[in-house]
């Protein structure tokens, strides 16, 4: 019986002299299992990749594309949520950086994957997994003790653990008790807490990031740091009679920025809106001691 008209054009795609065909053939979902693994072995890294991509890829052709030679075919394979969990644990130990990476954007990377990555030498591996929030408890507590400081920094901005929050608030590193400060779940408490932490950094996260009760406002409204007062200047969680005295400051910078309309003003609400640890700092054109002292 001669092939359906649809699976001779897939079969003589896969044949194809021309790589465009043999990536057509390799993204066409009807390909059957003999043919995806012929064109996992084909020479052109394009036709690999689309392999690469598909979501019902044979375990065995996904641990033979784990080790290609070509490394997009690995980052899209370490991307694909289809990705067998040996093979996303292969890959954390993958020479290349993007690669590894990727595994940390994979839905699909379970609790194995997720160990392999908390104990990886790579920091930015070990950053990128704190965006994640289906970490494991043992993962968490490793990432909580991490030696990097911007790798707990990154876990205290990202995290939505209540426990995580509370045990690095009384982190020794301003950066990340910063974290914790650009986090919008700190509790009533831990906000007071870090209103009164010794470093201007963290006061300033603070103050562009939650409301506060009136005590901490008029304590922080009167802070030693400029820096801390123009952030609350420029953050548009600041209410208005805050604001408002704030246009008697005593440092030109901080008064200047009190006259801009709060609808322009800086809102800090979220992950992907925060520049939170880790993530390049704002234009500041007329920000004072921007060196961040604690004066």
Request: charged residues 25%; neutral net charge.
């Amino acid at each position: 019986m001669n092939p359906a008209p649809e699976a001779s054009g897939l079969l003589k795609d896969a044949a194809d002299k021309r790589v465009s065909a043999r990536t057509r053939a390799a993204q066409d979902p009807a390909a059957p299992p003999e043919v995806v693994t012929r064109l996992a072995a084909d020479p052109s890294p394009g036709v690999r990749r689309a392999v690469a991509a598909r979501h019902d890829l044979p375990p065995a052709v996904s641990r033979d594309l784990a080790t290609d030679k070509n490394t997009k075919v690995r980052e899209t394979l370490a991307a694909n949520p289809a990705t067998i969990d040996d093979v996303l644990l292969h890959l954390v130990g993958d020479p290349h950086p993007y690669v590894r990476w990727e595994v940390a954007y994979n839905p699909a990377a379970g609790a194995e994957a997720q160990r392999a990555m908390a104990d990886s030498t790579d920091n930015d591996l070990r950053r990128l997994l704190t965006f994640r929030h289906d970490l494991t408890p043992e993962v968490t507590a490793k990432l909580i003790h991490d030696p990097a400081v911007e790798v707990r920094a990154n876990l205290a901005f990202e995290t939505r653990d209540p426990a995580t929050l509370a045990a690095l608030i009384t982190d020794l590193a301003p950066r990340v008790r910063a974290g914790v400060a650009f986090n919008t779940l700190t509790t009533l408490d831990q906000r007071r807490l870090l209103a009164r932490d010794r470093h201007a950094d963290v006061r300033s996260a603070l103050v562009r990031t939650v409301a506060l009760d009136e005590a901490d406002l008029q304590r922080l409204v009167h802070d030693r740091s400029s820096q801390v007062r123009w952030w609350m200047a420029t953050a548009k969680v600041t209410p208005a009679h805050i604001r408002q005295q704030l246009l008697n400051d005593p440092d030109e910078t901080v008064r200047s920025q009190a006259e801009i309309p709060p609808s322009y003003c800086t809102s800090t609400t979220s992950a992907s809106s925060a520049p939170g640890p880790g993530r390049p700092p704002p234009t500041r054109t007329t920000t004072p001691n921007s060196t961040g002292s604690t004066r």
